[in-house]
């Protein structure tokens, strides 16, 4: 089992950035992937992008794509989720996740993870 801690939220202007980080309690190398998922109120928890550790190969939610990177620093143990372009309905809680089996399917079900974070608010006003 592993913590994780999200770091990086706030408050910022539509069109704005902001820069997320998670950082892990021990070693992510062995993880199988790690990802972003967030909730907006009344929603249900969707996945924003996902870092497969081996390969390096990355994935984005469609409503992201063009504007939010993901990265993963293994030796500082960290994840990181930088916003570019912010929209109002980017706003939500961000949660860190990671996997460490591997589980077939989708990387967007939040099934497939062991770990999450407490999260961190992220709120873009027009």
């Known amino acids: 089992q592993v913590q994780l801690v999200e770091s990086g939220g706030g408050s910022v202007q539509a069109g704005g950035s902001l820069r997320l980080s998670c950082t892990a309690s021990?070693?992510?190398?062995?993880?199988?992937?790690m990802a972003w998922f967030r909730q907006a109120p009344g929603k249900e928890r969707e996945g924003v992008a996902v870092?497969?550790?081996?390969?390096?190969?990355?994935f984005y939610a469609d409503s992201v794509k063009g504007r939010f990177t993901i990265s993963q620093d293994i030796a500082k143990n960290m994840l990181t989720l930088q916003m570019n372009f912010l929209k109002p309905e980017d706003t939500a809680i961000y949660y860190c996740?990671?996997?460490?089996?591997?589980?077939?399917?989708?990387?967007?079900?939040?099934?497939?993870?062991?770990?999450w974070g407490q999260g961190t608010q992220v709120t873009v006003s027009s």
């Open positions: 996740a990671a996997a460490f089996t591997f589980r077939g399917g989708v990387w967007d079900h939040a099934s497939k993870y062991d770990d």
């Open positions: 021990r070693d992510t190398s062995t993880s199988y992937s």
């Open positions: 870092f497969y550790t081996r390969g390096g190969s990355t």
